[in-house]
């Protein structure tokens, strides 16, 4: 029983050390492809975008420049903007059930990421947590603000700023920064 315990391990130590091999291989390549294309800047000056995320933003929302017509057609697309549902005294806001879910799933992992390195994004979290937001729903709101900002960055052809994008102002900044 012990050898083939050990033959199995053996394998799967094999099957492993390929996959990460690969796996830098296939990173790197997705690097160099993104870093030749004329937006590579734009979305690594955006909070919690790296070379692999931002490469992957960028492939699930497309480079035609005229593809979304404003913001909100942006974050439409994204499934980050919520839906209202209103009816009578009653108003509901829910998540988007039809979205691309690949691009969802990155904006999520950016902004989570960029909680740590923004304090804009930080401050916005805070406040829709202290309104009673859920952790997804709070976290859906920073992801649907960044969609608007690298949405107006790519239009502008301008890198993000701190200032610009959350509308503070550096004394209040350093504040939140601390």
């Known amino acids: 029983m012990v050898p083939a315990y050990a033959a199995s391990a053996s394998a799967l130590i094999a099957v492993l050390t390929a996959m990460t091999e690969q796996t830098e291989v296939l990173a790197g390549q997705v690097e160099q492809g993104f870093g030749q294309h004329p937006d590579v800047e734009i979305y690594l000056s955006q909070p919690g975008l790296g070379m692999i995320l ?20 942006r974050k439409n697309y994204s499934g ?19 979205r691309n879910r690949r691009l969802g799933d990155a904006l999520f992992l950016q ?49 993000y700023d701190e200032n610009q994008a959350w509308h503070l102002r550096n004394d209040k900044l350093t504040t939140l920064a601390a």
């Open 54 to 73: 931002g490469a992957r933003v960028l492939a699930e929302f497309g480079d035609d420049p005229h593809r979304y017509a404003d913001a909100k057609s």
């Open 111 to 159: 902004a989570y990421s960029a909680l740590r390195s923004s304090p804009g994004a930080r401050a916005f979290y805070d406040r829709h947590r202290a309104r009673g937001a859920t952790h997804y729903q709070a976290l859906r709101a920073v992801a649907n603000r960044l969609v608007g900002i690298l949405h107006r960055c790519l239009r502008t052809r301008t890198l």
């Open 80 to 98: 980050m903007s919520p839906i209202t549902k209103a009816s009578g005294t009653k108003q509901v806001v829910l998540a988007r059930y039809a």
